[in-house]
């Protein structure tokens, strides 16, 4: 028989303790994996489930109802199934100048936000409170932002389309899509 000594003890609850670590380890990084590998498998899921959903809410049901002659319906339960024409919007980014340029040539400017900024050094406080077009004049350079909001460009299409009036596709993303909303009965 072998005896051991309180340093050989010590040694081993040591290397128990260094492996029950590491495996505990081990067990959480592949529970983690494997929840990476889960979710990922269901937001491909998900985004297979929202295209279908599109193609229903977009082509299916519009095109049947389109087909009955109709584009709203009430069903037996008191739900409603309407088509409503859904307008995007946006101006492309290699083309801001030309967008902001047709905006203005079809006087239609006034969605335009400006943004005009002008830096001061210390001691020019009072400068500061003079107008952009002084800037300009004193040999400062000023900075421009232009903005159109999301939301009023997709109603300005919107109003447009509704006028029989064009936007170029040249300088715009333009899309009009049906969209089926189904009212359920409350």
Known sequence: MTTLTLDELESDQQNLVEKTDIETLAYHCKEL?????????LEEQLKYKKEKKDKISSEIIPNILAEQGLSSLKLAD?????????YRCTIKK???ESAYNWLRENELDDIIK???AVTFGKGEDS???ELLSLAG??????TQRQKVEPMTLMALYRERVEA????PSDSFNL?????TKISRKK
């Open 33 to 41: 994996q494997a929840y990476e590998e889960e979710i990922e498998k």
């Open 78 to 86: 008191g739900s409603s199934i309407d088509v409503i024409k859904k």
């Open 94 to 96: 290699d083309e801001m």
């Open 114 to 116: 400006n943004e005009v």
């Open 127 to 129: 400068r500061a409170q």
């Open 137 to 142: 004049q004193q040999g400062y350079e000023p």
């Open 164 to 167: 029989g009036l064009d936007m």
């Open 175 to 179: 899309l009009i899509q049906d969209e």
